[in-house]
DNA sequence: GTCCATGCAAATGATTTGCAGTATC
DNA sequence: GATACTGCAAATCATTTGCATGGAC
C-alpha cells in the first residue's frame, strides 16, 4: 500500500485526503518492527508536520484500525501499540505472532499456520467459528540469552 | 487452593491475613468462568463485605498476580480481567486459551498442547527461550451460531 | 460554499497513590 | 504495641469528546 493507494482508498471511502491521514500511516508503515504507541506516533508526525495534535494522531488510528490497515498489539505494558497491518497486503490474510522479550521487551514477529490446525480441531468439537487469533509468546530473546535475569 | 491454604501461604510469606484478601480471592476462584473485571469482584465481595474499598481489590489483586494465584486476560473491552491461576494449581502449568465470541462476548477457556510443538520450533530456530504463552481466538460461538453477527 | 477534519482544552474512566485510621500479629 | 493493611479521596495517565476554526472538494 503506497501513499497513492491510500489516497485513492480515501476518496473510495468519501473520506478526505490530508497531510495528517497521509503521515500518520506513512509512521507507522516506516517502523514495521517497531510497535508504535500513539504517542511515539505523534513524536514521529510532528517531526515532519510540528501542529499535528495528539488527538488527531488517536482519530487516524481509529480510522486506520477500521480500515483494517493497521493492527492494534496490546503488551499489557500500560500501552496499546500499532503495526502496519497484515490485510492491508490483501487476500490471504496471514496472521502474524509476537515474541515479547521478558527481559529487554524487544518484540518479533513471526508467521505459522500451525494454528489452523487448532482451529479446525475447535470448530469440529465446539462449533465455534473461528475468524481471528492473537498469540503472544513470552519469554527470552537470543540476545538476552536465555533466562539471563 | 482452599481457604485455609491461602492463610497459609500469606503466613508464610509474612503478610497478613485478612478478611478482604480472603473474599477477594475466593470470589475469583467461584467464578472460574465468568473472567472478572476489579469492579466485579468489588461488588461481589461487597454483598459480603460492604466496607471494602475499591483501592483494596485492586492492591489485593496486584497481590494475586504475584503470587500467581490468579492471571490476567485482557480482552481489548476496555477491561482487564481475572482469573483463578493455572498455576495455583501447581507442577504442570496448563495453560488455557480463549475462545471469545465476537457476538455475545462469551469467554470459552480450553486446554491445549499444540503450542508446545510450535514452541519448540521457535526455540531451535530463533534461539527464543519461552516460558509462557497467551493465545486468543476470536470468532462466533454455537449460539451465535456462526457469522450471524 | 459546504462539511468533514483538526487542534485545543476539558472530560472521562480505569487504576494508583497519599495519608490517617484500623486491624493483625 | 508496632507495623502492615485498609478506606477514602485525590492524583494519574491514556484515550475520548465538544467545540470553534480551518481545509478539502
Known sequence: ?????????????????????????????????????????????KVDYPEIGLATVYRTIQMLLELHLVDRINLDDGYVRYEIGSGSTDT??????????LSCGKVISFEDDLLEE?????????GFQIVDHE??????CKECGGKTD
Chains 1, 2 share one sequence.
Open 135 to 140: 498469540v503472544k509468546l513470552y519469554g527470552y
Open 1 to 45: 500500500m503506497d501513499r497513492e493507494q491510500f489516497k485513492q482508498l480515501l476518496k473510495d471511502k468519501g473520506l478526505k485526503v490530508t497531510n495528517q491521514r497521509v503521515l500518520v500511516l506513512e509512521a507507522i508503515a516506516s517502523c514495521p518492527d517497531k510497535h508504535l504507541t500513539a504517542e511515539e506516533i505523534y513524536e514521529l508526525v
Open 92 to 101: 490471504t490474510k496471514h496472521h502474524h505472532h509476537h515474541l515479547i522479550c
Open 118 to 126: 487448532l482451529e479446525k480441531k475447535i470448530t469440529d468439537k465446539e
